[in-house]
């Protein structure tokens, strides 16, 4: 009896409306703030990506140039509330790719090796440090893509007037 009046607390704390927004807000932030620091020295990245070894170099450099827009786009619909379940799918495919890529440098250099470009030259992180960065916004990636309403979203809003005007006669 307990245990599930415990789970049931936890379920409607996950699920709360305002939960979702605060974690919409701050996935789409940090998305929006991390891809606008790497743009204004896309070379730079394009050879930091390269330089880790993982996908051959055309590959590095298509994925280091399109990243920061990517960051972006999911950024933006992620505040704006648009396409939630797609962006939130992005998100997670995006920082799985960034979950790979420090994993990647803690096996090959250790935990002292510098994810200097994951915020742009304005903070310097540890690969520990943004490995562990990674998993809490996939936590909430995955709290926006298991939450069934979209509380304070565009979205919805926009669907309801698209039908409405879809129904009303011309």
């Not at 880790?52 to 450099?61: P, R, V």
């Not at 998993?135 to 926006?144: C, D, P, R």
């Amino acid at each position: 009896m307990i245990r599930a009046n415990i789970a049931s607390r936890i379920g409607a704390f996950l699920t709360h409306p305002y939960l979702t927004l605060a974690t919409r807000l701050t996935l789409g932030g940090l998305f929006i703030f991390a891809g606008a620091m790497k743009l204004p020295h896309s070379t730079e990245f394009v050879d930091y990506v390269t330089n880790y070894g993982i996908l051959s170099d055309t590959l590095a450099e298509i994925y280091a140039l399109a990243l920061p827009w990517v960051e972006i786009a999911l950024g933006a619909l992620l505040l704006l509330g648009l396409f939630l379940r797609l962006s939130a799918i992005g998100s997670g495919l995006v920082l799985i790719s960034f979950i790979i890529a420090n994993s990647f440098a803690i096996y090959q250099y250790g935990g002292l090796h510098p994810c200097k470009w994951c915020f742009g030259t304005v903070a310097t992180l540890l690969s520990t440090q943004s490995l562990a960065l990674d998993f809490i916004m996939l936590a909430l990636a995955l709290q926006v893509l298991f939450h069934r309403r979209e509380f304070l979203a565009l979205g919805p809003w926009l669907s309801r007037i698209a039908r409405r005007s879809t129904e009303s006669p011309s």
